[in-house]
């Protein structure tokens, strides 16, 4: 999962107990069947949490310690970050999983002059489906969530 920083911090702060509610629903502490991994950016990439954190018992409560960033909006460029330096064997990651990264942002890039089009032939090279949620309606989503 690929978080924007600079959303609002409502917003953030909402969205972080549903992802807590959609990992512990579907992880298998015993088999570990799904695993995640959180990056967060602005201008800077930050992973928060690698594939091999979500195999300790403590994956609920780090998310909750996730302190939001400010800044630009680098989103090509957090892609690629997140393609070579998280889906990789020594960050947990399963050469035989399937892959999915979850990209959550304003929608607005802004300071990257990355082409959105490389990285995500990037991320198709590495077998890597991607998914975006943009998020405009925040106290909309955030009170129905």
């Known amino acids: 999962m690929l978080c924007k920083s600079d959303i609002e911090n ?3 702060f909402c ?3 549903s992802i807590e509610t959609m ?3 579907t992880a ?3 088999h570990f069947m799904l ?3 959180i990056m967060q950016y602005s201008s800077r990439f930050r992973i928060e949490m690698d594939f091999n954190y979500f195999r300790t018992s403590g994956w609920s409560s780090r998310i909750n310690e996730i302190s939001q ?4 909006t680098f989103t090509p460029t957090a892609i690629r970050e997140v393609v070579n330096k998280l889906f990789v064997p020594n ?3 399963r050469p035989d999983a399937v892959k999915v ?3 959550i942002t304003d929608g607005k890039t802004s300071g990257d002059d990355t082409p959105l089009s490389d990285v995500v032939n990037e991320a198709e090279r590495k077998g890597i489906i991607r998914y975006a949620i943009g998020v405009l309606l925040w106290k909309i989503m955030c009170h129905y969530v």
């Open 10 to 12: 409502s917003f953030w």
């Open 15 to 17: 969205l972080i107990p």
């Open 23 to 25: 990992f512990a629903s």
């Open 28 to 30: 298998n502490p015993d």
């Open 35 to 37: 695993q995640f991994g």
């Open 69 to 72: 960033q400010r800044g630009a």
């Open 91 to 93: 960050r947990g990651a």
């Open 101 to 103: 990264l979850l990209v």
